[in-house]
């Protein structure tokens, strides 16, 4: 049976440890037998007994993760990059960094979709409760006392009275939307179809054009530090964006160095960066340090992704909870006050 993707965390732990063992001087074939025996999940555990019987074939490592068939192309790629050009520890060590990094966004965008969809939902079942449950006691007192409800009070009662009689059928919707939820979020397509979708909604494009292109600068650093040239970078970073607008700058940024621009200057015509950041790009060029720009601007744009995010977060919160209080608060009210005005006209 064939085996499951690794996740981001499961490729960023495997490269780093992977990275350290060679660094000590120790073998792939042998870091995997260590490996093997620190690892006590099962699926861990077939991955790696594939891997070592692989290695002891005579193959490569590259060949031997390639194999494994649980590995993106780009790591397969990157990984055989380093074997060749004898840096596979520092190769390994940055595609650590980079997984661990889009593991961190995932986590943080997964919170940011949770939380309000969490709240949603507890609003949504606490307007339910009190308009299909609540509401009909209110409805008996007032019938025991010889009046009505008044009209907001009698719609939402009427609208409960549609919600029981059709009970199975918003079962079976809130189950659909439950299922849709865990789609987006633990899936790794349904993750892909949110982040298309999200690219295209106007409230989160731009936010999602930052966090695509925090990943090519990621990318890019990557792999010129591993010494591949530019044109071949943007080839193989164009795949791990994930947004259509940073991939047609891409192409752009690479028409233009096919028509004898520079990278920096390419990279700025193109629009993929702002100025400020271009400007880091042409300094890190011409200095021979721009492996390292491009990760310090990776690195910025993983906190202005988790300062937006959290802000986002920090306005839904109080926003959704005020929400919540004045919709219950009208519903209760709209009953209470008239059954206090009757009870003083008693008095």
Do not use: W
Request: hydrophobic share 50%.
């Amino acid at each position: 049976m064939k085996q499951k993707m690794l996740s981001n965390h499961e490729i960023s732990v495997f490269c780093r440890q992977m990275s350290m063992l060679i660094k000590s001087g120790i073998a792939p074939a042998e870091g995997i037998d260590i490996l093997l025996l620190d690892t006590s999940d099962k699926n861990g555990r077939i991955i790696l007994e594939s891997i070592r019987s692989i290695l002891q074939s005579g193959e490569k490592f590259h060949i031997a993760i390639r194999i494994s068939d649980v590995f993106p192309s780009y790591v397969v790629h990157m990984i055989t990059i380093g074997e060749e050009s004898g840096t596979l520890d520092n190769v390994l060590d940055a595609l650590g960094d980079y997984y661990e990094r889009e593991d961190n966004i995932r986590d943080s965008l997964q919170s940011a979709v949770s939380y309000p969809l969490v709240m949603i939902a507890m609003m949504f079942i606490v307007i339910l409760i009190l308009i299909t449950r609540v509401l009909p006691i209110f409805s008996q007192v007032f019938a025991q006392l010889g009046t009505g409800m008044n009209a907001f009070s009698q719609t939402l009662l009427n609208l409960g009275t549609h919600l029981n009689e059709g009970s199975f059928v918003l079962i079976l919707i809130l189950g659909f939307l439950v299922l849709l939820f865990l789609f987006f979020t633990k899936t790794e397509h349904g993750h892909r179809v949110f982040l298309s979708f999200a690219g295209k909604f106007g409230p989160t494009r731009s936010l999602y054009e930052e966090m695509a292109a925090g990943r090519f600068a990621s990318g890019m650093a990557l792999t010129i530090a591993s010494g591949m040239d530019t044109f071949q970078s943007l080839d193989l970073v164009k795949k791990l964006v994930e947004n259509k607008t940073v991939a047609d700058k891409i192409d752009v940024c690479k028409n233009l160095i096919m028509n004898g621009d520079g990278f920096p200057e390419a990279l700025e015509k193109a629009g993929i960066f702002n100025q400020l950041y271009s400007r880091m790009v042409l300094v890190g060029f011409r200095s021979g340090s721009m492996d390292a720009v491009l990760k310090q601007i990776a690195d910025h744009y993983d906190k202005e992704t988790d300062r937006r995010i959290y802000s986002v977060i920090s306005i839904l919160e109080p926003t959704l909870v005020i929400i919540l209080s004045l919709i219950v608060g009208m519903i209760l009210l709209s009953v209470i006050l008239p059954l206090m005005g009757i009870m003083s006209n008693i008095g």
